[in-house]
């Protein structure tokens, strides 16, 4: 038998939440107050529900359900999250870029 010596896993999140969530209101200041407001509730929901590694596995209908908003709002506020690069969507995941 072969014996493993103790590793230590790196557990710190790739992300750091207080730095998201104010880009996140700054970027969504200049919208209106329903998309400022359905876009903190998705950063907050994105963050108490991806991996370590910064990954949503989630549909969006499943996160309209959850939080109870429109599709379209929530397509509205993940283009711009897209496009000022705190995230990116693949095939059935939001991904949140690397800081």
Request: include cysteine; glycine fraction near 4%.
């Amino acid at each position: 038998m072969k014996v493993v010596e103790n590793q230590v896993y790196n557990t710190k999140n790739v992300f750091s939440e207080e730095k998201i969530l104010n880009d996140c209101r700054e970027y969504f200041s200049s919208e209106t107050e329903k998309i400022t407001e359905v876009g903190e509730r998705f950063i907050q929901y994105f963050l108490k529900n991806a991996s370590k590694e910064g990954v949503l596995f989630k549909t969006i209908k499943e996160i309209t359900t959850d939080i109870n908003i429109s599709h379209q709002t929530l397509t509205k506020v993940l283009k711009i999250l897209e496009s000022k690069e705190i995230i990116y969507r693949r095939n059935g995941i939001i991904g949140l870029w690397k800081e």
